[in-house]
C-alpha cells in the first residue's frame, strides 16, 4: 500500500474559499499601497547565502533555511570538518543560497543593484511569501506570506507618519476595529542602555527585552543577567515594565530618563514629533501606543520601529511590523541610503478575520452563474452564451458531463453558486432560458437581455 503523502511542518495547503478571502486580504492591502504612491517590484525566492547571513543577528540567521549545492555537495568539504562535525563550517561549504527570511534586506539588495534605474525617495511594496525555520505553532508558520512597503531614500519622519497612517486605512477597510500601532525607537533603546552602563550589551538588552510579552519580567530578567547585565543595571530599567500614563506623560518620562544621553534624546524628540502629529491627524479606528519595551530583534532598525498587536479579543499577537534603517544598503556598498518600511503579516490577518467573522459573504463566490448540461447540442448553444456573459464581467460556466439535473444542482449548491441556467430543446426554440435561484428556489423564464441585467446585478 501506498504511503498516504503529507506536507513539511509549518506549510499548509489551501482550499479555493481559503484562497479568495487570502487574496480578498491581498487586493485590500495592494489598494492601499498603490493609493500612497508605492510600486510593486519582486525579487527571488532565494537569495546568495552572504546576503541574508548575518542581517538578522543570531537568532534570526539560524531560522533561515540553507539550500544544499547541486550535485556532489560533500566532495569539496575540508575532512576535518566532516570528522569534527563542525556544522557551521560544513554549511558554508555545501550551501551557497538560502530561501528568504524575509523582503527588506532583499529590497535593499535589489535598490543597489538597481540603483542607477530609481528614482529616489523610491517607494516600492512587494507581496511575496518568506521562509523561516522557526517552531509551527498558531499564527506561526515556517511559510507564510509577506505584504511590505518601504521607501529608500529619505530621512523625514513624515513618511513615518504616512505609514502610521496606512496601517490604519488598511486595518479599517478590512474591518478589523481596535488594532492597536505599538511604537518605540531604537535611538531610545540605545540611549537606555548607555545609562544603565550596558552600551557593549546593546544586541542582547534589546533581544531580551523583545520577549516581554511571551516570556514576561522574571524571564527578561533572568536572559539579561545571563547575558551579563547587571543586577544594578536591572534596578536601573526597572520604570520600564510599569511604563504607563498619558502620550505626553512617557514622553516626559523617558525624556527625565535619558537625559544625559544624547542618542536617546535624539529618539525622544523623534518619537514626540511623530505621536503628536498622529495624534493630531487622528486616526480611523486604530491606537497609537508608545510602547518602551517594544525592541523588535532584527539588528538593521536604526529610528522608529513599529509593531501591530490585533484586537485584544483575539489572543494572535503581531499582525504587522517594520522601522527605519539608516545603513542597510550600507551593507551592500550604497551608502547614506535611509530607508522606513513597514510589513502586513497576511496568514495571522487572516485569522483575525475569521475569528472576527468579518470576511465578506462575497468573496468566496468564485462561479456566478452555472449552466447545466443537457447534451452535446444544448451545451454548445450555451458555450455561445457563456462566452458573452464572461466577455460582459460575469464568471459563469458550464458543467462538463451530461448528467442528472439533481447531480448537477448539487454540484452548483456545494460550490455557492447563485444561480442556474437551464436550456433544453424547448427553451432553445423559444429562445430563453430558465434562470433558477439556488438560494431562493425561484425559478423564471427570461430573455438573454434579461439574464445578463439580472446576472451582473
Not at 89 to 104: C, G, H, V, W
Not at 186 to 192: D, N
Not at 387 to 395: C, H, I, K, Q, T
Not at 440 to 447: C, L, M
Amino acid at each position: 500500500m501506498a504511503q498516504k503523502p503529507s506536507i513539511p511542518k509549518g506549510t499548509r495547503d489551501f482550499s479555493p474559499i481559503e484562497v479568495a478571502k487570502r487574496q480578498y486580504i491581498m487586493s485590500v492591502i495592494k489598494k492601499h499601497f498603490e493609493r500612497s504612491g508605492f510600486q510593486p517590484i519582486e525579487t527571488p525566492s532565494f537569495e546568495n547565502s552572504e546576503t541574508l547571513m548575518g542581517k538578522y543577528g543570531e537568532e534570526g540567521d539560524r531560522l533561515i533555511f540553507k539550500i544544499l549545492n547541486s550535485g556532489d555537495f560533500l566532495a569539496k568539504t575540508n575532512e576535518e570538518f566532516l570528522q569534527t562535525k563542525n556544522s557551521l563550517k560544513i554549511t558554508s561549504q555545501i550551501s551557497e543560497k538560502a530561501l528568504r527570511y524575509d523582503l527588506t534586506v532583499p529590497f535593499a539588495r535589489f535598490v543597489v543593484q538597481h540603483q542607477n534605474e530609481l528614482e529616489f525617495p523610491f517607494k516600492r511594496y512587494q507581496i511575496q511569501p518568506v521562509w523561516r525555520a522557526d517552531r509551527p505553532q498558531k499564527g506561526r508558520f515556517r511559510e507564510f506570506y509577506q505584504c511590505d512597503a518601504d521607501v529608500v531614500g529619505s530621512t523625514s519622519l513624515w513618511q513615518e507618519i504616512e505609514l502610521v497612517q496606512l496601517y490604519d486605512a488598511v486595518f479599517s477597510d478590512l474591518k478589523i476595529e481596535g488594532v492597536t500601532i505599538k511604537i518605540n525607537n531604537r535611538k531610545i533603546l540605545s540611549g537606555i542602555a548607555e545609562v544603565i552602563g550596558a552600551s557593549d550589551k546593546l544586541i542582547d538588552f534589546t533581544v531580551a527585552l523583545d520577549k516581554l510579552d511571551k516570556i514576561g519580567e522574571d524571564g527578561v530578567k533572568t536572559e539579561m543577567v545571563a547575558k551579563g547585565i547587571s543586577e544594578e543595571a536591572l534596578v536601573k530599567i526597572q520604570p520600564l515594565f510599569n511604563f504607563n500614563g498619558s502620550l505626553t506623560e512617557k514622553l516626559n518620562q523617558l525624556r527625565e530618563l535619558l537625559a544625559s544621553s544624547v542618542e536617546g534624546t535624539k529618539g525622544v524628540d523623534e518619537l514626540t514629533f511623530i505621536c503628536e502629529t498622529v495624534e493630531e491627524l487622528g486616526l480611523k479606528s486604530a491606537t497609537l501606543n508608545l510602547d518602551v519595551t517594544l525592541a523588535r530583534g532584527l539588528n538593521y532598525y536604526t529610528g522608529a520601529i513599529f509593531e501591530v498587536t490585533a484586537p485584544e479579543t483575539v489572543k494572535l499577537g503581531s499582525i504587522g511590523g517594520g522601522g527605519r534603517y539608516d545603513d542597510l544598503t550600507g551593507i551592500f556598498g550604497l551608502k547614506n541610503m535611509s530607508g522606513v518600511g513597514i510589513s502586513f503579516g497576511l496568514d495571522r490577518i487572516y485569522l483575525v478575520i475569521e475569528e472576527l467573522n468579518v470576511f465578506p459573504e462575497t468573496v468566496s463566490n468564485v462561479t456566478d452563474v452555472l449552466f447545466l448540461n443537457f447534451g452535446d447540442n444544448e451545451a454548445k448553444y450555451c458555450l455561445k452564451v457563456i462566452r458573452d456573459l464572461r466577455e460582459a464581467g460575469v464568471n459563469a460556466e458550464l458543467y462538463p458531463d451530461k448528467a442528472k439535473m439533481a447531480k448537477q444542482f448539487q454540484f452548483a449548491e456545494k460550490k455557492g453558486i447563485k444561480y442556474a441556467v437551464i436550456v433544453g430543446e424547448t427553451e432553445m426554440q423559444q429562445n430563453i432560458f430558465g434562470l433558477k435561484n439556488l438560494n431562493s428556489g425561484e425559478q423564471q423564464n427570461v430573455t438573454l437581455q434579461e439574464l445578463q441585467q439580472i446576472l451582473m446585478k
